[in-house]
């Protein structure tokens, strides 16, 4: 299984950025499929989870109200659209293939991971 994140860039504090990422096979359609990020010198965090069906989504306290994840299965796309960026926002944005259907924030869940893409919020 392949992952291929896309859409990262630099946005002034305020702005918005839509990530991207494309899943190799049709398996991820019964996976439920998550985004992390990585911020310099801090471990992996949680940003958002959607299930197989697309209808349960969960995310981190600290972007609940202006990031929304969603899922195209025709596509074997998963979506993050971020609004309202701050500089806090600004890490490695990583989407990954959890083993399970259920929408969940356990890092350890998700056994595919793509090779991040690079979101910078300026002040």
């Known amino acids: 299984v392949q992952l291929q994140a896309s859409g990262g860039g630099l946005v002034q504090a305020g702005g918005s950025l839509k990530l991207s990422c494309a899943v190799s096979?049709?398996?991820?359609?019964?996976?439920?499929l998550g985004w992390f990020r990585q911020a310099p010198g801090k471990e992996r965090e949680f940003v958002a989870t959607i299930g197989w069906r697309g209808g349960t989504t969960n995310y981190a306290d600290s972007v609940k109200g202006r990031f929304t994840i969603s899922r195209d299965n025709a596509k074997n796309t998963v979506y993050l659209q971020m609004n309202s960026l701050k500089p806090e926002d600004t890490a490695i944005y990583y989407c990954?293939?959890?083993?399970?259907?259920?929408?969940?924030?356990?890092?350890?869940?998700?056994?595919?991971w793509g090779q991040g893409t690079l979101v910078t919020v300026s002040s």
């Open positions: 096979r049709r398996t991820s359609s019964n996976n439920a």
């Open positions: 990954a293939v959890s083993r399970y259907s259920t929408a969940t924030s356990q890092l350890e869940s998700y056994n595919y």
